[in-house]
């Protein structure tokens, strides 16, 4: 029962996490300029969500470490949130599940210097993410 309740404590976290680093991407990034709406030919309008994204992220972007926060934040929490979230559902042996983990995060990565309409590829948030897989292999298991 005891494993039972750790393991939704991993899973609630994880979703958690991802909800938060969701908000935060709202805040920080205009999400009307993904490339999904340009393939969509999306025209909804999305004046009321700009003009208060807009009055949030003029207050923020004068925080210290704002370019640490807007370019990195989000890309850590998803990756806590997913390595929580996939360490508790995948049945595999927990040195597969880390290799795993380092795999995912090489191609999510990786895919990005092949295809820069998914994002910008940069080593750093790879290094990231390593250091993710490292930290929570210590204080999970």
Request: glycine residues 2%.
């Amino acid at each position: 029962m005891n494993v039972e309740i750790a393991m939704n404590k991993k899973i609630i976290a994880g979703l958690l996490i991802l909800i938060t680093a969701v908000i935060i991407y709202l805040i920080l990034h205009d999400f009307t300029n993904l490339q999904i709406f340009n393939f969509l030919n999306c025209h909804a309008s999305f004046n009321f969500y700009k003009v208060y994204r807009t009055s949030i992220y003029t207050v923020l972007e004068n925080i210290p470490c704002f370019f640490i926060i807007k370019n990195y934040l989000v890309d850590i929490l998803w990756f806590i949130s997913f390595s929580l979230i996939f360490t508790e559902i995948a049945p595999f042996p927990h040195i597969i599940k880390l290799f795993l983990l380092f795999i995912m995060a090489i191609f999510s990565e990786g895919s990005q210097f092949f295809f820069p309409q998914l994002g910008t590829f940069d080593c750093f948030d790879l290094f990231l993410y390593f250091l993710i897989i490292i930290f929570l292999d210590k204080l999970i298991y």
